[in-house]
């Protein structure tokens, strides 16, 4: 079969699409073979060597793929062959293994699909996954009316859009570009704003009438950080759950002790889905609604390119650039 391999770290060139044999399902497991493959920012991290989840060298990267049951292992019983599955590798001892036309996984990783799912829609579950998680764990379930959304027409960021508008909230999506902006507009956002045109302050005041946020979601951290808790209103809370452009930096605590931020008894939290590493339940219970959702047509990822597999360093190529609006697919 046809994969990508990554037999050492560094920039998109390490990435060789290669001839590798197709793998045998051992014992209660279940080859599937690809429709679509989602490329996520993990990837980008561990074809770096700075993921601390690093699998070891050489590996295939790539953590989820939409597809079919090519094979079923001895025992294997819970699926069917040609019956549509998805495959995270939130569920597999490494957080890899992807970015092929097969790959062979315990039955009990695996998740079903329905046979009206979309299985390019199916391969972006795992954005869907971590924006799931930010609205409804990392804000102890009570997330709110109103989210100011970071980075939200990428993969990540515009799939809280859609949740958040399925969750009944005031979406605010957050943007470098006018391009991007037209973009989530498009998408359903219900709010955007260009922070290389606006004084981002001034218009989530405006949006909310002068109440303030009640979630925050951000993916950059830095310097500009600090900046966020003046925009929350009354128990207001802003979740870093990435660091685009490095640590935290700034007095945080200074923020959320003055101000808006301490009249508004703001919060701030740290999110990342590795803790629920030990949780496959609540894990579970995340991707059983989404999965509900997809089947429903509610899930509509926004999609920037779709990409053959031997085109992955494009791919990672365009997101470092940050070109993408959306979700980047491989298809084998």
């Avoid at 590996?59 to 001895?74: F, R, S």
């Avoid at 972006?124 to 989210?147: D, I």
């Avoid at 803790?275 to 999609?303: C, F, H, W, Y």
């Avoid at 779709?306 to 190529?317: G, I, M, N, V």
Wanted: proline share 7%; aromatic share 6%; hydrophobic share 45%.
């Amino acid at each position: 079969m046809k994969a990508i391999l990554l037999s050492r770290t560094g920039d998109p060139s390490v990435l060789d699409y290669v001839e590798v044999p197709t793998p045998r399902p051992a014992p209660g497991e279940v080859l599937v073979k690809a429709d679509t493959i989602g490329v996520s920012r993990p990837e980008l991290l561990v074809r770096r060597g700075v993921y601390p989840w690093m699998p070891p060298l050489p590996a295939i990267p790539g953590i989820e793929m939409a597809g079919t049951v090519a094979e079923l292992g001895a025992g294997a019983s819970r699926f069917a062959v040609g019956q549509k599955v998805y495959v995270t590798a939130r569920e597999l001892a490494v957080r890899a293994g992807c970015y092929a036309e097969y790959i062979s996984v315990p039955e009990r990783a695996l998740f079903a699909l329905p046979p009206e799912a979309d299985l390019e829609a199916a391969a972006c579950l795992s954005n869907y996954q971590v924006a799931w998680h930010l609205l409804h764990s990392a804000t102890r379930g009570a997330p709110g009316r109103t989210v100011l959304i970071g980075s939200a027409s990428g993969g990540l960021g515009s799939a809280a859009v859609q949740l958040a508008k399925l969750a009944g909230m005031t979406a605010i999506g957050l943007v470098g570009t006018q391009e991007k902006a037209r973009a989530l507009m498009a998408f359903g956002a219900d709010h955007v704003i260009d922070e290389s045109r606006d004084n981002v302050a001034a218009r989530v005041s405006e949006i909310t009438g002068g109440v303030g946020v009640d979630l925050i979601l951000d993916a950059v951290g830095g310097r500009d950080f600090a900046k966020f808790p003046a925009m929350l209103g009354p128990f207001g809370l802003v979740v870093s759950y990435g660091k685009l452009v490095g640590k935290i930096e700034g007095n945080v605590v200074d923020a959320l002790d003055a101000g808006p931020g301490y009249l508004n008894s703001a919060a701030v939290r740290i999110f990342t889905m590795h803790t629920l590493d030990d949780k496959p339940e609540v894990r579970a219970q995340s991707m059983n609604d989404l999965i509900k959702k997809l089947a429903e047509g509610a899930i509509r990822p926004l999609i920037h390119a779709r990409l053959p597999l031997k085109d992955a360093r494009h791919a990672h190529e365009m997101i470092e650039a940050r070109q993408v609006i959306g979700k980047i697919l491989l298809k084998p």
